[in-house]
């Protein structure tokens, strides 16, 4: 059985409303569940905007991305978005293939994303 994906916030210079974190492991079926619940607990109440670092993601099932698509179902009903940064090159490409790049905001690294969450929102 595969550990579970540590998720992990990171300090980043955002607004009260946006929530900054990373990834790291391998996100399969044995851990995706786990990472959904990791992510809704730690979401606060003012949370509209999450920035997921998958930096240190490597490797991502098809459960994996079923759940980031749960995720990012999670912040439209909060009327938010996910901005996902620094996916590796076989994620990145899964993506572009699925077509699930122009689901979420991609970005090439964390300072990019921050800056496209910075730039799109506004606290709510």
């Not at 996100?27 to 995706?32: E, G, I, K, S």
């Not at 995720?71 to 990145?92: D, I």
């Not at 790049?101 to 606290?123: C, K, M, N, Q, W």
């Amino acid at each position: 059985m595969t550990a579970a994906v540590v998720l992990t916030p990171v300090s980043a210079p955002v607004a009260d409303h946006v929530l900054v974190v990373a990834l790291d492991g391998a996100l399969d079926y044995t851990n995706a569940e786990r990472l959904r619940q990791d992510v809704e607990a730690a979401l606060g109440e003012e949370h509209r905007e999450l920035v997921l670092d998958l930096t240190g993601i490597d490797f991502c099932d098809s459960t994996g991305i079923r759940i980031l698509l749960s995720v990012r179902k999670l912040m439209q009903e909060r009327n938010g978005a996910v901005t996902l940064a620094s996916l590796n090159a076989r994620l990145a490409r899964i993506f572009r293939v699925t077509g699930l790049i122009s689901a979420f905001t991609v970005a090439p690294g964390l300072a990019e994303a921050v800056d496209a969450v910075g730039a799109r929102s506004t606290p709510r």
